[in-house]
């Protein structure tokens, strides 16, 4: 049949034959209608029901085909007479009717059946065979706006077929995407100060068989098996999750076995983006039509009725297609290659270390990359985007660093995306050039976090007892003015970490001094870890090297948590996973899973620390959850020359505004305030020396200032091998919150009721140690840390309620075909079928964004 507003349409089996098949499903579709359609918006779009909208902008195409393909099962094979030797149509796109400029686009109205399941493809400048259709061998082009596709779901992770990895876009369940039930729940919508960053894998997290999953054989790595363990991260004192890649990647790409067992490796992170709005399709329990999407979008609103944000881990830097030997799809490269990818002489160039780099600053590859940040954060509801290897985003055309990149202005000053969460991994592959750690662009107000990989390294060098490191740790605790108080940006904008899912663990970073990757068959992860094994490599029973690592572990955690900044902490650390020395598990599957077991065997151990000295920053927010660098802070070790790491200082809560002006000076008839620790200030930066710039006579003069009834925390880190006192303000009681070197419960309190009273002019910090003291006289500054969360059984009854949404079926995710996605969302008053208690000292959620939230 020929079509009158599209071409001609064509009608084949799978080979060109059968020509019967072909004929009785050729005339099945006479049904068809084919209309012009609408150059925007991009993709395959179901506007009302039966009629599809397609779309792809391809400069340089002359010819453009759609191929349609009906699936076995599908409820339209038997209605159009499909038979395994012809379920496919091919649509012919007139260049004169079907295309606006670079944009091709047709509408298709299938009126016997719902389009929901099929296939599609397109072919851009098809080979054509003796009769004028595209031959067999013509490369079937994946939609680079694709909702979804047909691959498989979890239960074939890391299958391997004799058809290698190829799969098709699919059109969506439209009421997947229009008509889900977001129960009037909405984001928590912190400011990004307020967030406990918790780096998590969606697979890792509940595949290993001790998670104890009401379904376990079935949703176990999944997102709805990841749904269940959100009382987990409640108690634990998580506010927000942010995933490893969730994009559809292909794990099957990595052709190695691990030499020790033989075991099929795989691409478990990742890093390697086949679809970017499609959620990975084996996260998701069931092989139906869209079931990845709804299952995102439950946990999503789970997680957020409970006060928890949800950010994405990105790839935007690179794609899948071409590495790894991903020759049997294709995309961007049939589409419009100099347009999607940054080439230097025709060839694709590395700065991503994966071999190729995205154009990201080209138009048209910028209007993707924002079209779907924007489906992610306004369909998908994602609070927030951290973007892997992000340099790679800011070069342009001929590969150098742009200092306003087009793709970064989009972000930051599209008014639809002002609420979202903007943090950038400041480096590629590329030294020195592509390290923008303190120096990456905003594109307009300044807005954008930075993972602060000189945090990391520093504190690794201070914690571990290099010498002379005391300047330096003093600024990053303080929030890096030095990156950050420049261009406008605060603490909250450095997002400190210790480890991160690259890398040692917390636990191997203190048992290991070298790698141990060659499970992974191959040469790859950092050599320089500034590790130390506290005396002995890897495994061992030596109690005394056993003591200081668990010692270690904890003035990690100290570090972070009491530091100026947004807390990031890898999962697993809380229980002190091991990866058995392995830098660089990208292609472990099992080594990554998060272990229940072990993790309840740390419950009253590292477990319960972790989960108190959140508590404990969490209650004292206005000290380290700071968007500005003005804190009221006295340093009150002896000297900064010594090379010896022994740092003490002292951290006041802000008084009442009324009692000083808004400069921050002291009011008429108010005590002297302490040193603060703005840009010019001990810890704001330190001199080339190490030394901090704070002068000894305003610390002198700080610390004879008369005693001060305000609360108080003392914070000491003697990070080497001696006892070192530290001197105690005078005038004060002072109780013993947190000392790393005691055994549990002694190592931290479960509340300021129970903290030990000191006594005397001192405290003598052990070797590789740190102390918090607490003075308070105010009884409205006594504090709970312990499990406040779940009181009165409120957390099995949590459970229960998560338990109960993952057994739901997919339709009972939707809105029932009365009611409208308007109708239910605007009801922001409707209460919620449970509510988790937060902490007292958390701030509540918001239920609008303002302007400055990210």
């Known amino acids: ?59 340089g195409c002359k010819s453009a085909w759609l191929l349609l393909t009906i699936p076995e099962g599908h409820v339209g094979w038997e209605k159009v007479g499909a038979t395994q030797e012809a379920n496919e149509m091919y649509l012919r796109l007139d260049p004169e009717k079907n295309r606006s400029g670079t944009v091709w686009h047709i509408e298709v109205q299938l009126s016997s059946f719902s389009p929901m399941g099929i296939r599609y493809a397109w072919l851009i400048n098809p080979p054509l065979d003796e009769t004028g259709q595209p031959r067999p061998d013509a490369e079937k082009v994946i939609d680079p706006y694709a909702r979804e596709l047909d691959s498989p779901p979890a239960p074939q992770w890391n299958v391997r077929k004799a058809q290698r990895y190829s799969p098709m876009a699919v059109i969506p369940d439209a009421r997947a995407i229009k008509d889900f039930d977001w129960q009037s729940v909405t984001s928590p919508n912190y400011h990004m100060k307020e967030l406990i960053i918790y780096e998590a894998h969606v697979r890792g997290f509940t595949k290993n068989p001790d998670s104890g999953l009401t379904q376990q054989d079935t949703q176990a790595g999944t997102f709805l098996g990841f749904l269940e363990k959100i009382p987990y991260l409640l108690k634990l004192g998580i506010n927000c999750v942010e995933f490893l890649p969730v994009y559809e990647y292909d794990e099957t790409a990595c052709p190695r076995k691990n030499p020790h067992n033989g075991e099929q490796l795989c691409n478990y992170w990742g890093y390697s983006t086949v679809a970017f709005f499609v959620p990975m399709q084996r996260f998701a329990d069931k092989d139906r039509c869209s079931a990845a999407i709804i299952g995102f979008k439950t946990l999503v609103r789970e997680l957020h009725r409970v006060g928890i944000e949800v950010l994405l881990d990105v790839v935007f830097n690179h794609t899948a297609e071409g590495t790894w030997g991903e020759n049997f799809w294709h995309s961007w490269k049939s589409i419009a290659k100099p347009n999607y990818y940054l080439l230097s002489k025709g060839h694709d160039t590395n700065y991503t270390g994966c071999g190729n780099t995205m154009n990201a600053n080209d138009p048209l590859c910028a209007e993707w990359i924002h079209s779907c940040l924007k489906y992610w954060a306004l369909e998908m509801q994602v609070d927030g985007f951290r973007f892997d290897l992000a340099s790679a985003l800011c070069r342009g055309g001929d590969g150098k660093i742009c200092g306003e990149p087009e793709v970064i202005k989009r972000m930051s000053n599209d008014p639809e995306l002002k609420h979202v969460k903007l943090i950038a991994e400041p480096w590629d592959c590329s030294w020195p050039d592509g390290y923008l750690v303190g120096k990456f662009p905003n594109g307009g107000t300044p807005r954008w976090a930075e993972w602060n990989g000189k945090f990391r390294d520093v504190v690794r060098r201070f914690i571990k007892g290099d010498p002379g490191m005391k300047g330096d740790f003093a600024t990053r605790i303080c929030g890096s003015a030095d990156l950050y108080e420049a261009d406008g940006r605060g603490p909250c904008h450095s997002i400190n970490f210790i480890t991160a899912h690259d890398g040692f ?22 050599d320089n870890n500034i590790s130390w094994n506290c005396g002995e490599e890897g495994e061992t029973d030596n109690p005394e090297v056993l003591s200081l690592r668990d010692r270690q572990i904890r003035n990690f955690m100290a570090a972070m948590f009491l530091s100026a900044g947004t807390p990031m902490m890898t999962s697993g650390d809380e229980y002190g996973r091991s990866q058995n020395g392995n830098n660089n598990t990208w292609c472990q599957d099992e080594r990554n899973w998060f272990s229940w077991a072990d993790c309840g065997a740390e419950e009253a151990g590292l477990m319960r620390f972790c989960r108190l000295l959140i508590s404990l920053r969490r209650n004292h927010s206005e000290l380290f959850a700071r968007d500005d660098f003005r804190r009221s802070m006295q340093w009150t070790h002896d000297s900064w020359e010594d090379a010896y790491n022994f740092v003490s200082f002292v951290l006041r809560v802000p008084r009442p505004k009324a009692s000083t002006s808004e400069s921050g000076s002291t009011a008429p008839g108010s005590p002297a305030k302490f040193a603060t620790s703005g840009a010019s200030d001990a810890g704001a930066a330190a001199s080339e020396s190490g030394r901090s710039r704070v002068s000894d006579d305003t610390r002198s003069a700080a610390a004879t200032a008369e005693a001060y009834k305000e609360t108080e925390l003392l914070v000491a880190f003697n990070a080497g091998h001696q006892a070192h006192a530290c001197r105690l303000p005078h005038g004060r009681e002072w109780f013993r919150l947190v000392d790393t070197q005691l055994q549990a419960p002694l190592d931290i309190a479960e509340s300021d009721e129970d903290a030990q009273l000191i006594t005397g002019e001192s405290y003598t910090l052990s070797p590789y140690s740190c102390v918090v003291l607490k003075s308070y006289e105010d009884p409205a500054e006594v504090f709970q840390y312990g499990d406040i969360e779940f009181e009165c059984g409120r957390e099995e009854k949590v459970a229960e309620e998560l338990r109960r949404v993952a057994l739901r079926t997919l339709k009972e995710e939707l809105l029932p075909p009365e009611a409208t996605h308007e109708e239910v969302r605007c009801d922001a008053s409707a209460p919620s079928p449970w509510t988790a208690q937060k902490l007292p000292a958390a701030a509540p959620a918001s239920r609008a964004a303002p302007p400055d939230r990210a």
């Open 505 to 526: 663990t917390l636990r191997d970073l203190v048992s290991y001094h070298d790698k141990n990757n060659a499970e992974n068959a191959e040469e790859s992860g950092e």
């Open 1 to 59: 049949p020929r079509g009158r507003a599209c071409g001609e349409v064509r009608v084949r089996g799978r080979c060109g034959r059968g020509r019967r098949g072909a004929a009785a499903m050729g005339a099945a579709m006479t049904l068809v209608k084919k209309g012009k359609g609408r150059p925007q918006p991009q993709g395959a779009t179901e506007k009302e029901p039966g009629v599809v909208n397609f779309a792809l902008n391809a400069p």
